[in-house]
C-alpha cells in the first residue's frame, strides 16, 4: 500500500476559490459584453443596437444586433449623429440640412440654443420696464449657456401728448442681466416702469364749476424681473418677463410695489 505525504484539499475552500474565480471572471468581462453591440445615434434622438456591416457616404448598412439572422438595413448617414462601435471608437456624422429630420432637429435647438453665442447685440420692440414703458431697447450679451447682458431703452407714451411739446415725455430705463441658462434670466433696471393717474390733481374750481381731472404721472423706480429670450432663428425671437416695480416718487400714499410685466419682440445680429 502506497501513501502520500501531500495534505488532502478541503472540498469546502476549494468551493469558496471557484466561487470566487467565477465571481472575477463576470466582473471582468461584464464590460465586454456591454459594449459587444455597436450603437447608431440618430438625430430625432432614437437609439439602435446594431451589427455594422458597411459605412459609406451614400449609406450605412447594419443589422439588428437582437436579429442578427435578419435583413440588412440600409439609412441616410445625414440622419445619423453619431455611432460608437463596440470597439469604443465614436464616428460622427456631418447632416444634410436638405433633410426633412434635420430640419426639424435643427430648428427644435435653435429654440433654445440660438442667442448663446459668445457675444450678440439685439433690438427689441416692446412694452414693460425695459423698453422705458413702451419702445424700443438695445441690449448686448456675453457668454454662452450661461452669460451676462446689459441693456437700455426709451420711448413716448402717446397718452401724455406726444404731438404737443409742452406735454410730450422722453421715458428710459436701463439695466443688467444674469443668463442662469441659456435664454433665462434675472433682470435688475431702473427707470419708467408705468403711468398712472395722480389724484392730488383731482379737485373742483368752485368759482367756474369746472372739474380738473387726476393727472398722468410717470413712475420711476428700479424693477427686478424674471424672464427670457427665445429665438426661433438666428435674427428673429421673442421676450417675456415678469417682476415687481418700486415707485421711488411716492406718489400715491397706498403700497409703492408694482407688478411688473413686460414682452416684446426681438431682432439680432
Request: hydrophobic content about 35%; glycine content about 10%.
Amino acid at each position: 500500500m502506497i501513501y502520500s505525504n501531500k495534505p488532502h484539499a478541503n472540498p469546502s475552500i476549494m468551493k469558496t476559490y471557484l466561487s470566487i474565480t467565477f465571481l472575477q471572471i463576470c466582473i471582468l468581462s461584464a464590460p465586454l459584453i456591454a459594449v459587444a453591440q455597436d450603437m447608431i445615434y440618430l438625430r430625432s434622438g432614437e437609439k439602435i443596437e446594431a451589427k455594422i456591416e458597411e459605412v459609406s457616404k451614400l449609406d450605412i448598412k447594419y443589422k439588428e444586433y437582437n436579429y442578427l439572422d435578419g435583413p440588412i438595413h440600409v439609412i441616410n448617414p445625414a440622419t445619423v449623429y453619431m455611432i460608437r462601435y463596440k470597439s469604443g471608437t465614436e464616428e460622427f456624422f456631418q447632416p444634410d440640412p436638405r433633410d426633412p429630420v434635420e430640419k426639424k432637429w435643427v430648428s427644435r435647438n435653435n429654440f433654445y440654443k440660438n442667442g448663446c453665442n459668445k457675444y450678440f447685440a439685439s433690438f427689441a420692440v416692446g412694452h414693460g420696464p425695459s423698453y422705458g414703458w413702451i419702445g424700443i431697447r438695445y441690449q448686448g450679451r456675453i457668454g454662452k449657456e450661461i452669460g451676462f447682458g446689459w441693456h437700455a431703452g426709451g420711448g413716448i407714451f402717446p397718452n401724455l401728448g406726444m404731438l404737443a411739446i409742452d406735454r410730450s415725455h422722453f421715458l428710459y430705463s436701463g439695466g443688467l442681466k444674469f443668463f442662469f441658462y441659456r435664454g433665462m434670466y434675472v433682470d435688475l433696471q431702473y427707470g419708467t416702469f408705468m403711468v398712472i393717474k395722480d389724484n392730488r390733481y383731482y379737485n373742483y374750481d368752485y368759482s367756474s364749476s369746472y372739474r380738473y381731472e387726476p393727472k398722468d404721472v410717470i413712475l420711476h423706480g428700479p424693477s427686478m424681473t424674471c424672464g427670457g429670450d427665445w429665438f426661433f432663428n438666428k435674427y428673429i425671437g421673442i421676450n417675456a418677463a415678469v417682476g415687481f416695480s418700486y415707485d421711488v416718487q411716492q406718489v400715491r400714499s397706498g403700497p409703492h410695489i408694482f407688478p411688473a410685466l413686460e414682452w416684446g419682440v426681438i431682432c439680432k445680429w
